[in-house]
């Protein structure tokens, strides 16, 4: 007869995560807990607290990550297991605490199962995943991979001109950069899916194979202002309607190019915004993502191709790349462990890519990492009503237990 495999309290992970949400919980049942806030404090409190119960040694780095380890069998460098407690204004009650609550429940089930994990367990809380309050996101994450100065970040402020270096002062959380996360065995993040796909196609966990790259660029028309009431349509150099027509082409050759290809026009200004005036100057984003960079490639030579448009109305066209991104490849190894750890559990999955991104995928510069998704209803997230099923929830973090236990 085939041993029961150990699985995790899911009644107690439900009350852990609403235990959570009560720290900056809305009235709508989401909850605003932005980083660094006194929302943040109470939350990070509570997590250490947990951790202390446990035995674990709690340390914290100089960007207030917060790392917990229990202790394992073998001096090996830790599991890590984690992902960040801010939200975003009026967010969910998943997004980011999911991730540190499932290592806080595998913890938990090893200690009360007498269990001494053969190599050591370790949790953590990136401090300010979101950029809500301060940007940019993944802010600490980004510190601890080089990607970003930890000098020009603790002089980042928010709306009311508080630096991040003040506010990590005034909760108590401003640690040492020796505590700081340099090497481990592996990364593990679990994370809702913030998509539809999943729950589409009635799966219970997502194997991220990778974080999508991405490009954004500026795209500006200039034409010219005259009044709306006496200039002839065939005198015009309207600038709204070239950006339309340069809108609608777009959109026709990228949907062209790959099914997997995502792509938004997400920000658009347009001069002077007065009804009796013809626009002068329009000015919009337009950000495409896909795993493949030869895809993306392709996409910039359509963005840089639409300045010699025919249907430009006369007016100018000007293409400016803001930035871009290479896609983040997960550890082959990590993600066939939790792929096989799934199917052991005789839980339904795919393997799939993020396009959103994660602290995972600054962190796999460096260590060998891999995330799981569980699935979000009608693909919700940074909202009140974002929603995962308990169930699921438990699913999530059991393959995360099935994982440590095996490696």
């Known amino acids: 007869m085939e041993q029961q495999k150990m699985i995790i309290d899911g009644n107690r992970l439900k009350e852990t995560l609403e235990k959570f949400a009560d720290f900056g919980r809305t009235e709508n049942n989401g909850v605003t807990r932005l980083s660094l806030s006194e929302e943040d404090r109470l939350a990070r409190d509570y997590f250490c607290s947990c951790c202390e119960e446990l035995g674990m040694f709690v340390e914290i780095d100089d960007m207030g990550t917060i790392y917990a380890t229990l202790e ?29 609550v499932a290592g806080l429940e595998v913890a938990r089930t090893l200690v009360e199962n007498n269990i001494k994990p ?5 949790i953590v809380n990136f401090t300010n995943e979101e950029g809500a309050r301060f940007e940019p996101s993944m802010m600490a994450s980004g510190v601890l991979s080089g990607k970003f100065s930890k000098a020009t970040m603790l002089k980042k402020t928010d709306g009311n001109g508080i630096t991040f270096e003040e506010a ?3 909760i108590g959380y401003a640690g040492k950069e020796e505590s700081r996360l340099k090497e481990a065995t592996a990364l593990l993040e679990l994370h ?15 194997v991220v194979e990778c974080v999508l790259g991405m490009v954004c660029y500026e795209i500006e028309v200039i034409g010219e202002s005259d009044h709306a009431g006496t200039t002839p349509m065939d005198m015009r150099k309207d600038a709204l309607f070239a950006a339309t027509n340069i809108i609608s082409e777009a959109r026709t050759k ?12 997400g920000r658009m200004n347009v001069l002077p915004n007065v009804h009796t005036v013809i ?3 329009v000015v919009f984003s ?11 490639r392709q996409v910039e030579d359509i963005i840089q191709g639409l300045t010699v448009i025919p249907s430009n109305e006369g007016c100018t066209i000007k293409t400016t790349k803001l930035w871009d991104r290479s896609t983040v490849w997960f550890n082959p190894q990590i993600c066939t462990l939790l792929e096989n750890s799934t199917k052991t559990l005789g839980y339904s999955y795919k393997r799939m890519v993020s396009g959103a991104g994660h602290d995972a995928q600054f962190i796999a510069s460096y260590v060998p990492t891999a995330m799981i998704f569980v699935p979000s209803i009608k693909g919700k997230s940074h909202c009140e009503e974002e929603l995962t099923t308990w169930e699921d929830c438990e699913k999530g973090v059991n393959v995360l237990l099935e994982t440590v236990l095996v490696m």
């Open 286 to 296: 337009l950000e495409a993502r896909h795993k493949d960079p030869a895809v993306i």
């Open 118 to 122: 053969r190599i050591p367990l370790m």
């Open 279 to 281: 626009p002068n100057k």
């Open 168 to 170: 990590l002062h005034s």
């Open 254 to 265: 990228l949907s062209a190019l790959d099914s997997e290809l995502v792509f938004t026009m």
């Open 72 to 100: 394992g069998l073998e001096t090996k460098q830790p599991i890590v297991i984690g992902s960040h407690l801010d939200t975003v204004k009026k967010g969910g009650r998943f997004d980011g605490v999911l991730g540190v």
């Open 192 to 206: 809702i899916e913030q998509g539809p796909i999943l729950e589409r196609e009635s799966l219970s966990i997502g």
